[in-house]
């Protein structure tokens, strides 16, 4: 009962139609998902993903309109990636961000892999990882968008980076209770701190990593726009799921339960450094009430939101998306 990888990576952003222009525009990923954040329907949701919006290649903003900047610090999800298929790629995309004023970094190597740090309009901290034929939990289907040739596009999450003080409980979660393993390490990025750890689950490489860093000189972050919300990691069904929400109550680790989600069920849970876990199932997809053909061009509402759907429109601010 392993873990299969990333599921989605949440993250706020306040203002959603240049959200939305960066991760479609200069990314060139596909908007999956057009929806509402099922705890506050004021809000929106937008899911951007690969051709199919499959599981491992979503990273999801909730608009806060006027949200402040995020400061950053330990307890935090501090960075998060996403695979491309060579360094060939990242020369592309260096290329890119150049012509397109994107703020970005050289390359480097993480974890033995060709990486390239750039940050969207809200300050965002990303990274194109490259695959470079590295075996490990599939890539998802590039989306085709004309000034991005298909071998450079974007094809699903690689590793997140989590920053906190001590490593310890976090690792302890990781490997006791979900089933990572510990795989190595590699020196910081940041100057002389301690490695960075490097974990693993369900059938390895980039999509299936978190990366644990340690920082003491830091204070606890304050998210704001451009920061994470939370992680979620791969179940591949129902009877799995229940697995899982049996070994947290058995742990007695604080969670929420089963959430259902209705494109997916959910399980959160904070790990002792605070930093927001979720457990998610790739069934049944976000096709579960759009055509694949037409995914994230209208407002969608899961069933036992359909009925208000009138009072929530009223509620949602006019978003022009193009």
Do not use: C
Request: net charge negative; proline share 6%.
């Amino acid at each position: 009962m392993k873990l299969l990888g990333l599921h989605h990576v949440s993250i706020l952003t306040g203002k959603a139609e240049k959200n939305y222009h960066f991760f479609t525009q200069v990314l060139g990923m596909r908007l999956v998902k057009k929806t509402v954040n099922q705890d506050n329907t004021s809000s929106y949701h937008l899911f951007y993903g690969d051709a199919k919006g499959n599981p491992g290649t979503e990273i999801t903003f909730f608009d806060i309109p006027g949200l402040g900047r995020t400061h950053e610090g330990i307890s935090s999800i501090s960075s998060t990636s996403l695979r491309v298929k060579s360094t060939d790629s990242l020369n592309f995309w260096k290329s890119r961000f150049e012509t397109l004023g994107i703020k970005h970094s050289n390359m480097e190597k993480r974890a033995n892999r060709d990486t390239l740090p750039f940050e969207d309009y809200e300050g965002t901290k990303l990274l194109l990882v490259a695959d470079n034929g590295e075996r490990g939990v599939s890539a998802g289907e590039p989306w085709k968008k004309d000034d991005i040739p298909i071998e450079h596009a974007i094809i699903g999450l690689g590793p997140v980076t989590l920053t906190v003080s001590n490593p310890d409980p976090t690792s302890e979660i990781l490997t006791k209770i979900m089933g990572f393993q510990f795989i190595g390490s590699y020196p910081s990025t940041k100057g002389k701190f301690e490695d960075i750890l490097v974990f693993s689950t369900g059938d390895g490489g980039s999509g299936a990593e978190v990366h644990l860093e340690t920082r003491t000189d830091l204070p606890k972050e304050r998210i704001g726009r451009g920061g994470v919300h939370h992680v979620a990691f791969r179940v591949p069904d129902q009877d799995q799921f229940n697995f899982w929400v049996k070994k947290l109550r058995e742990t007695r680790l604080p969670n929420s339960g089963e959430v259902e989600r209705y494109y997916f069920k959910a399980l959160y849970f904070r790990e002792p450094n605070g930093i927001l876990f979720e457990l998610s199932t790739d069934t049944p997809g976000f096709a579960a009430d759009e055509p694949l053909e037409t995914l994230g061009e209208n407002l969608a509402l899961p069933p036992f939101l359909e009925p208000k759907r009138k009072e929530i429109e009223a509620e949602l601010r006019p978003l022009e998306l193009n």
